[in-house]
């Protein structure tokens, strides 16, 4: 916004307590109206319901009710059209819309708009507005995401790769299985976001600047006619706090994690000495100076995205601790971090949903590592403990024998026949288990064994088609 501030103009509104104009350093802090646009529209709708309250309080006759509200109908169009002309003078969304009414229709009729209310009550129910459409469309988008994660998880999950912890392989897991683990991931993350949207659905319209508006405002009618679910209980708390945000903000630097992980195992992965995947190339990147590079930017900057989304939450939560009650300004720099987290968090969805649609497997490539690293060896020492052997006691003999095959320069898996049966004689000379036979041994609930992979994605796909919208 480059306009020109003019002291005198922006103090029309409320300067009648002042006998000299703010300084210009002081407007340029205090403004915020290239952070308040996205609320705009927001703004006139509450404008339009306070007009009806004001004439049903008989403050307003009909006539000049329609007249506020045809020229709020037309700030609205002129928002939707881009037309609307914003002045810096006027510091932020709300005294451009007044001071737009009270051009188009006079002092003396425009002048009754702010009545009964304050901008303090105002931009809390202009952002708890905002979330409730911001909120939906980002959990929506992560069921969409979810719903790729299933779709490969059934296209391409019997591909079998080892599962690690201490990023050291462990066992062997369906890519399924790992798949569905981020799946899980933002099912929780849904429906956090969820939650903190249903507590962020009250409207503040009629809490005044800290004690209640001077008038009799149906806070409940307004409240419906705004879409809200109900009202905020607390003048005081309504205007003050901004736990709203603080918790859609956690709510998506959680979300934003959970992906920076997936982007990072993806960064790993697409590695030619791992060579699990290989990102699509709309989302990969070469080098400006090395012909040979293929990057994986865009999970990278997933990845990294996550960092700033945190910083919005320590910048909300930073900004509002220790305020005494009620409204202070410094609520106004809260704004911004809660817009950039959502916008973040929204953009980051969309590229891992592109990303893990168009990723490349390389199933090959995954079974050979699962059938290294010891990874049988858990079955092993499960297979002597049901013939009778104290765990402990199983857990010691296994691991001594991988560190004969690791002296020998072979895997587990490449132990002979005989050596097998000499230090495990409990296993009557049975084979070796195989992959397969370690997926199948891990039958429990929420287990890689395949049939009970089959099981979590039908109830997955369940799961989201009952949540899908109406």
Same mark, same amino acid.
């Given at each position: 916004?480059?306009?020109?501030?003019?002291?005198?103009?922006?103090?029309?509104?409320?300067?009648?307590?002042?006998?000299?104009?703010?300084?210009?350093?002081?407007?340029?802090?205090?403004?915020?109206?290239?952070?308040?646009?996205?609320?705009?529209?927001?703004?006139?709708?509450?404008?339009?319901?306070?007009?009806?309250?004001?004439?049903?309080?008989?403050?307003?006759?009909?006539?000049?009710?329609?007249?506020?509200?045809?020229?709020?109908?037309?700030?609205?169009?002129?928002?939707?059209?881009?037309?609307?002309?914003?002045?810096?003078?006027?510091?932020?969304?709300?005294?451009?819309?007044?001071?737009?009414?009270?051009?188009?229709?006079?002092?003396?009729?425009?002048?009754?708009?702010?009545?009964?209310?304050?901008?303090?009550?105002?931009?809390?129910?202009?952002?708890?507005?905002?979330?409730?459409?911001?909120?939906?469309?980002?959990?929506?988008?992560?069921?969409?995401?979810?719903?790729?994660?299933?779709?490969?998880?059934?296209?391409?999950?019997?591909?079998?790769?080892?599962?690690?912890?201490?990023?050291?392989?462990?066992?062997?897991?369906?890519?399924?299985?790992?798949?569905?683990?981020?799946?899980?991931?933002?099912?929780?993350? $849904? /429906?956090?976001?969820?939650?903190?949207? *249903?507590?962020?659905?009250? +409207? &503040?319209? !009629?809490? %005044?600047? @800290? $004690? /209640?508006?001077?008038?009799?405002?149906? *806070?409940?009618?307004?409240? +419906? &006619?705004? !879409?809200? %679910?109900? @009202?905020?209980?607390?003048?005081?708390?309504?205007?003050?706090?901004?736990?709203?945000?603080?918790?859609?903000?956690?709510?998506?630097?959680?979300?934003?994690?959970?992906?920076?992980?997936?982007?990072?195992?993806?960064?790993?992965?697409?590695?030619?000495?791992?060579?699990?995947?290989?990102?699509?190339?709309?989302?990969?990147?070469?080098?400006?100076?090395?012909?040979?590079?293929?990057?994986?930017?865009?999970?990278?900057?997933?990845?990294?995205?996550?960092?700033?989304?945190?910083?919005?939450?320590?910048?909300?939560?930073?900004?509002?601790?220790?305020?005494?009650?009620?409204?202070?300004?410094?609520?106004?720099?809260?704004?911004?971090?809660?817009?950039?987290?959502?916008?973040?968090?929204?953009?980051?969805?969309?590229?891992?949903?592109?990303?893990?649609?168009?990723?490349?497997?390389?199933?090959?490539?995954?079974?050979?590592?699962?059938?290294?690293?010891?990874?049988?060896?858990?079955?092993?020492?499960?297979?002597?403990?049901?013939?009778?052997?104290?765990?402990?006691?199983?857990?010691?003999?296994?691991?001594?024998?991988?560190?004969?095959?690791?002296?020998?320069?072979?895997?587990?898996?490449?132990?002979?026949?005989?050596?097998?049966?000499?230090?495990?004689?409990?296993?009557?000379?049975?084979?070796?288990?195989?992959?397969?036979?370690?997926?199948?041994?891990?039958?429990?609930?929420?287990?890689?064994?395949?049939?009970?992979?089959?099981?979590?994605?039908?109830?997955?796909?369940?799961?989201?088609?009952?949540?899908?919208?109406?």
């Amino acid at each position: 916004m480059n306009a020109q501030v003019n002291a005198s103009r922006q103090a029309a509104l409320w300067g009648g307590r002042f006998r000299s104009p703010a300084a210009d350093a002081a407007l340029a802090l205090s403004g915020s109206l290239e952070i308040d646009l996205p609320l705009a529209e927001h703004d006139v709708a509450a404008s339009r319901v306070h007009v009806t309250e004001l004439e049903r309080l008989g403050l307003l006759d009909a006539e000049g009710a329609a007249r506020l509200d045809a020229s709020l109908a037309g700030i609205a169009a002129r928002l939707a059209d881009g037309t609307f002309a914003w002045k810096a003078e006027h510091e932020d969304i709300h005294m451009n819309v007044e001071a737009a009414v009270i051009e188009d229709v006079g002092p003396e009729l425009g002048g009754m708009l702010q009545a009964g209310r304050s901008r303090n009550e105002e931009i809390v129910t202009d952002e708890r507005r905002w979330l409730s459409t911001a909120v939906p469309a980002l959990v929506a988008a992560v069921r969409e995401l979810q719903a790729v994660l299933v779709e490969r998880a059934e296209t391409d999950g019997d591909a079998i790769l080892p599962a690690h912890t201490h990023t050291q392989p462990a066992q062997p897991v369906l890519l399924a299985h790992h798949l569905l683990a981020y799946a899980e991931m933002l099912d929780r993350d $849904a /429906g956090r976001l969820g939650d903190a949207a *249903r507590r962020a659905n009250r +409207s &503040a319209a !009629g809490s %005044g600047a @800290v $004690a /209640g508006s001077g008038l009799a405002l149906d *806070r409940h009618r307004v409240a +419906s &006619a705004l !879409g809200f %679910g109900g @009202v905020t209980d607390n003048s005081m708390d309504a205007v003050a706090d901004r736990d709203y945000a603080v918790e859609v903000v956690a709510g998506a630097a959680i979300l934003l994690g959970h992906m920076s992980r997936m982007a990072g195992e993806l960064v790993l992965w697409s590695t030619p000495y791992v060579g699990f995947a290989r990102l699509d190339d709309g989302y990969a990147s070469g080098s400006s100076m090395l012909p040979n590079k293929r990057n994986p930017d865009s999970a990278e900057l997933v990845r990294a995205r996550a960092a700033r989304v945190e910083g919005d939450l320590v910048v909300l939560m930073s900004v509002a601790r220790g305020l005494p009650l009620a409204y202070h300004r410094d609520l106004q720099e809260t704004r911004r971090p809660m817009f950039e987290a959502m916008d973040s968090a929204v953009l980051c969805v969309e590229v891992m949903r592109g990303v893990m649609s168009s990723v490349a497997f390389d199933r090959d490539r995954m079974l050979r590592a699962a059938e290294g690293g010891h990874g049988r060896a858990i079955t092993l020492a499960d297979r002597l403990v049901a013939r009778g052997v104290p765990f402990r006691e199983a857990h010691r003999r296994v691991g001594q024998l991988v560190a004969t095959a690791e002296a020998a320069g072979l895997d587990l898996a490449e132990i002979s026949e005989n050596e097998l049966a000499e230090a495990l004689p409990e296993l009557e000379g049975g084979p070796m288990p195989s992959v397969a036979d370690a997926l199948e041994a891990a039958d429990v609930h929420g287990g890689t064994a395949p049939h009970r992979v089959r099981a979590a994605i039908a109830d997955f796909r369940q799961r989201l088609a009952e949540r899908a919208p109406a």
